[in-house]
């Protein structure tokens, strides 16, 4: 395997590097160059009729699962999530996006099952297109298939140094109880927001609303464990998600399902709020705010205090400079798929 173009291998890695970084890819013992690895993932989705420029938009949403360490929406869902969404027929390849309804700072859009791992992208960019002029703006959009990672998303808004916030439901697939209930009502229905930070990695906050899995019962539990531990607090947070981002753009709801709980018809709110166009000054205020987070004293001198969003982004430049670490089964298995597409 050493042999194959895309792998760089796990030679004597730089002194620099964090110790859990070298610990974990020391373990994994394989490396692969980002641009290879997004280049791979791009053509995989192009092989089932995905457009290049979506493709390479998808590719790069999806690699940053492994970038940041969210491996669980990482490379790991392309042949488990994506590839069988495109081959069933559940997601289109090659469908346009269509606006129902546009006030101006509000749009209403259909995603038309596109991949959302780029719609949900256009969605934001939209939105912070918008804000340029409103100072705020939603994009509230429907007919959506899996977004991956909401953080990505979001973090597309700080980029352009606004704040961005991305609500997304599991369109009629229900897997988590509410407190008191006998079966699953609601998905895991992510919540993220970012915000620039200076010259620092942007805080992005992703979170989904249940925090454990209870063995006993097999089941997720909310945020907050139990009803007598404050677990309404995570299903309503749940909740809130479900009506941001389904019930508003009129998308498939868990509670109201009848497709037997697929996460088909997802809902997402693209929300971009631009405080420069409100007054003047916000970008040196982030930069302070986080400044003095970062410098805030800490209990131990060698674990400085961060914030959402700071060990990701020091992973994420780790793994484009050095290689993103790839377990070798699944290495193999992203081979096996890009010989099956080259065929």
């Given at each position: 395997m050493s042999a194959d173009p895309l792998l760089a291998g796990i030679a004597d890695l730089p002194g620099d590097i964090p110790l859990r970084f070298r610990i974990e890819w020391k373990r994994v013992k394989m490396l692969v160059p980002y641009r290879s690895l997004l280049?791979?993932?791009?053509?995989?989705?192009?092989?089932?009729?995905?457009?290049?420029?979506?493709?390479g938009m998808a590719a790069e949403a999806l690699c940053h699962g492994e970038l940041t360490g969210m491996t669980s929406h990482g490379l790991v869902n392309l042949t488990r999530l994506y590839l069988?969404?495109?081959?069933?027929?559940?997601?289109?390849?090659?469908?346009?996006?269509?606006?129902?309804?546009?006030?101006?700072?509000?749009?209403?859009?259909?995603?038309?099952?596109?991949?959302?791992?780029?719609?949900?992208?256009?969605?934001?960019?939209?939105?912070?297109?918008?804000?340029?002029?409103?100072?705020?703006?939603?994009?509230?959009?429907?007919?959506?298939?899996?977004i991956g990672c909401a953080g990505y998303h979001a973090a597309k808004a700080s980029a352009r140094g606004m704040i961005g916030l991305i609500a997304s439901n599991c369109g009629g697939q229900g897997i988590a109880r509410p407190p008191g209930g006998a079966t699953a009502m609601l998905g895991t229905n992510p919540l993220a927001l970012a915000c620039p930070a200076g010259g620092r990695h942007p805080f992005v906050l992703d979170m989904t609303d249940p925090a454990a899995f209870?063995?006993?019962?097999?089941?997720?539990?909310?945020?907050?464990?139990?009803?007598?531990?404050?677990?309404?607090?995570?299903?309503?947070?749940?909740?809130?998600?479900?009506?941001?981002?389904a019930l508003v753009p009129g998308a498939a709801l868990g509670a109201l399902s009848g497709n037997g709980g697929r996460d088909d018809d997802i809902g997402v709110l693209a929300m971009a709020i631009a405080p420069d166009v409100l007054r003047s000054g916000f970008a040196s205020d982030a930069s302070a705010l986080f400044d003095a987070v970062r410098g805030w004293p800490a209990v131990d001198r060698t674990a400085p205090v961060t914030y959402p969003g700071w060990h990701?982004?020091?992973?994420?430049?780790?793994?484009?400079?050095?290689?993103?670490?790839?377990?070798?089964?699944?290495?193999?298995?992203?081979?096996?798929v890009m010989t099956g597409v080259m065929r």
């Open positions: 280049s791979t993932v791009s053509s995989v989705f192009t092989g089932h009729g995905v457009p290049p420029d979506r493709a069988p969404l495109l081959t069933e027929g559940r997601a289109d390849a090659g469908a346009d996006m269509l606006i129902e309804s546009d006030h101006g700072a509000s749009v209403l859009v259909d995603a038309r099952r596109t991949l959302g791992l780029w719609s949900a992208t256009q969605a934001m960019e939209l939105a912070c297109d918008r804000a340029a002029q409103h100072g705020i703006a939603m994009v509230s959009m429907k007919g959506a298939t899996h209870d063995q006993g019962d097999a089941h997720l539990l909310w945020l907050g464990g139990s009803p007598e531990t404050g677990a309404y607090k995570g299903f309503g947070l749940g909740l809130l998600v479900e009506i941001l981002a990701e982004g020091e992973r994420a430049d780790r793994c484009r400079q050095y290689g993103v670490p790839v377990p070798p089964p699944l290495y193999e298995e992203l081979l096996s």
